[in-house]
């Protein structure tokens, strides 16, 4: 089992950053892969990030690249979301995800291929 939790959510003004945070406790951090998605009301889980094991390669989809960026620190169990030139539209729950390395592919952007999630936090971007 592998324990998520999310912090650095908060309510702040187009343009401005927020950075978020996920601390993972369970089992060995460097064995997952680890993703971001997000879920706005009404709408479906959105894949927003994602990095491998060892930090060395990452993925965003163009709604959010060159905005957003995440990276992680496998000494510390965590992984992070720099959220730059934040829109309205970003507004969402944002979570992290994780997915086990053994018999997976990285790079996967389907929310049911991950089998642990953190709470979430909200982001909320006002205009």
């Known amino acids: 089992q592998v324990q998520l939790v999310e912090s650095g959510g908060g309510l702040v003004q187009a343009g401005g950053s927020l950075r978020l945070s996920c601390a993972a406790s369970g089992r060995t951090f460097s064995n997952y892969f680890m993703a971001w998605f997000r879920q706005a009301p009404g709408k479906a889980r959105e894949f927003v990030a994602t990095?491998?094991?060892?930090?060395?390669?990452?993925y965003y989809p163009d709604s959010v690249k060159g905005r957003f960026t995440i990276s992680r620190d496998n000494t510390k169990n965590t992984v992070f979301l720099q959220l730059d030139s934040l829109k309205p539209e970003d507004t969402a729950v944002y979570s992290c995800?994780?997915?086990?390395?053994?018999?997976?592919?990285?790079?996967?952007?389907?929310?049911?291929?991950?089998?642990?999630w953190g709470q979430g936090t909200q982001v909320t971007v006002s205009s």
């Open positions: 995800a994780a997915r086990t390395k053994y018999g997976a592919r990285y790079g996967t952007t389907d929310p049911q291929s991950y089998g642990y």
């Open positions: 990095i491998s094991e060892t930090g060395s390669s990452t």
